[in-house]
């Protein structure tokens, strides 16, 4: 895992970068993640939806995507995609791995372990779910947290679908 000081070694070398960047989200051992303009609350529908199909499905049917002018209320168990405001572009060698910050844990919410690949270039779409009460999401705040670790042998940088996405991203 890569301190505080080795982050900021690599956003000066141009190897690993942030934008916006600002030094209060750069933290002892990974940078916090803050969250973005956009969420896409995921609805409630008895038709499957077959991953494979993506492409021959209306997702309008599935989510419903907001911008987030203030904030945005999780209600209850309520599941969404959010993006953050940070756009990162990853080094070739280096991985990172997204946590919920400790508070908004402890309010009940939770997200899936978020894998960012070496070579990842975007804003990040986090699954997130609420808990047992409403709570309010502010744009900008300090949500998630990304540590990074240096990949070991032979990189292979990411050239996936999600590469360069900006806002929330739907299931491609």
Request: no cysteine; net charge positive; hydrophobic share 40%.
């Amino acid at each position: 895992m890569l301190s505080g000081r080795e982050i900021l070694k690599l956003i000066k070398k141009g190897e690993l970068a942030v934008n916006p960047l600002d030094a209060s989200i750069i933290r002892e051992n990974g940078i916090d993640l803050r969250i973005g303009n956009e969420v896409a609350v995921l609805i409630n529908n008895p038709n499957p939806l077959d991953p494979e199909k993506l492409g021959e499905v209306n997702l309008e049917e599935y989510f419903k995507v907001i911008k987030i002018e203030d904030s945005f209320v999780l209600q209850p168990y309520m599941k969404i995609l959010v993006t953050t405001l940070e756009y990162i572009k990853m080094p070739i060698n280096v991985g990172g791995l997204v946590e919920l910050r400790s508070t908004f844990a402890r309010l009940g919410l939770s997200i899936p372990p978020t894998v960012i690949d070496a070579g990842f270039k975007g804003q990040i779409t986090l699954e997130v779910h609420g808990g047992a009460f409403p709570v309010v999401l502010k744009k900008g705040v300090r949500f998630a947290h990304i540590v990074f670790m240096e990949i070991k042998g032979e990189p292979v940088p990411y050239r996936g679908r999600y590469q360069e996405q900006r806002g929330v991203t739907l299931p491609r």
